[in-house]
């Protein structure tokens, strides 16, 4: 088993730091505090191919693998976790969607465009009272002539306010459970579709989280996506695949907050000497450093597995969970080792604290983890 990187992924690796540290470092305070979506590096991103990593390039996607993609989360998120989770729900939870299940008519309309970052989407699956069972949605659909007519409230949407394209779930009959759900592409300027409330956030805060509304949104029928009746499979393929994203998001989160507390403790001083000199600032790092790799191996097994056709539904929960927990763990271990510096926005760990949570939540909850790796284990 080879452990090092080859040529092109440490290519893929640097070219991302760069542009983190380049281009996105210097306003990540401002626009997590103004709450500024990073539009313009967005479109650079796109430039560099970021936003349909995994897309073949006929579709005008960068054709790489789920590695490199991994490689990119973490090095975005290393820096700025908002800009990071733009490219997860572009590339994990939609273009994969497309290339999984849309037909080429489909793939011609909207895949090439969002896989060149020339429009942006949204995965609009979670509803006021259905998060980790999606399965009890309520926003409803019916088919009248060649009109699917939608209707109902989205929420907690990543990317929906800045979105051209959303890949809607909706349910023809709540009586018929999950049998009911079918998936949707509805462009943001289909009659009777409006986002309706941005969140405020404790983290990601320069990435838009919105409420959406359907009030009899008139969706052609060509715009289903995938067979009707077959949407909950289509939305939990995507959130598997969004397990190594956002995998890689916390683990970049992860690594910006330990980069930070080693730099930190090498230059604080107390009593005559470094804090890094003191034993238990040391166990800190020790522990630190070795959770962190840990949860890098899981990322980049799961990702390797995908990438050779192999069953990684397992793996990638395995790597969600404990990723999400080292990086929980780690930034609240940065914050303690810059003492009362690490709870001013001075400095960047108390960020890194707050982006840290969700990644416990969202594509599923660690809790949702665990039922998965149970039933995989118990199958």
């Given at each position: 088993m080879n452990f090092l990187l080859d040529d092109d992924h440490k290519m893929v690796r640097e070219t991302a730091r760069a542009f983190a540290e380049e281009v996105l470092a210097p306003g990540a305070a401002e626009r997590d505090e103004k709450e500024i979506y990073p539009a313009e590096a967005v479109k650079q991103m796109a430039e560099l191919g970021f936003l349909g990593v995994t897309v073949p390039e006929k579709y005008g996607g960068a054709g790489m693998d789920y590695l490199a993609y991994a490689l990119i989360m973490e090095e975005i998120a290393r820096v700025d976790a908002s800009a990071a989770v733009v490219i997860d729900v572009n590339n994990s939870l939609v273009c994969d969607t497309f290339q999984m299940f849309g037909n080429e008519e489909q793939k011609q309309k909207y895949l090439v465009p969002l896989a060149k970052g020339e429009k942006l989407s949204a995965f609009a699956l979670t509803e006021p009272g259905a998060g980790s069972d999606p399965a009890s949605l309520i926003t409803g659909y019916r088919q009248e002539g060649d009109l699917y007519i939608l209707n109902g409230t989205k929420r907690f949407i990543t990317n929906a306010a800045h979105a051209d394209v959303l890949i809607v779930f909706a349910t023809k009959d709540r009586s018929m459970g999950y049998k009911g759900i079918s998936a949707f592409i509805v462009e943001k300027d289909f009659p009777g579709f409006s986002v309706t409330k941005k969140e405020k956030k404790l983290g990601i805060r320069a990435s838009d989280t919105c409420e959406l509304a359907f009030e009899d949104c008139r969706?052609?029928?060509?715009?289903?996506?995938?067979?009707?009746g077959k949407g909950l499979r289509t939305a939990l393929s995507a959130l598997d695949n969004g397990r190594i994203g956002i995998a890689g998001q916390a683990l970049g989160i992860a690594q910006g907050a330990f980069d930070a507390a080693l730099a930190y403790s090498k230059e604080r001083k107390q009593f005559g000497k470094t804090i890094s000199e003191f034993q238990g600032i040391q166990f800190k790092l020790a522990e630190m450093v070795t959770e962190l790799e840990a949860a890098r191996l899981l990322t980049y097994q799961a990702a390797w597995r995908k990438?050779?056709?192999?069953?990684?539904?397992?793996?990638?929960?395995?790597?969600?969970?404990?990723?999400s927990a080292v990086a929980v763990k780690l930034t609240n271990e940065a914050v303690q080792i810059h003492g009362g510096y690490g709870y001013i926005t001075d400095f960047p760990v108390e960020r890194f604290f707050r982006d840290a949570k969700i990644t416990e939540i969202y594509e599923g909850t660690s809790e949702i983890q665990k039922i998965v790796i149970a039933r995989k284990l118990l199958k």
């Open positions: 969706v052609p029928v060509e715009n289903l996506i995938g067979p009707e990438d050779r056709g192999l069953d990684y539904v397992l793996e990638a929960a395995m790597a969600k969970l404990k990723t």
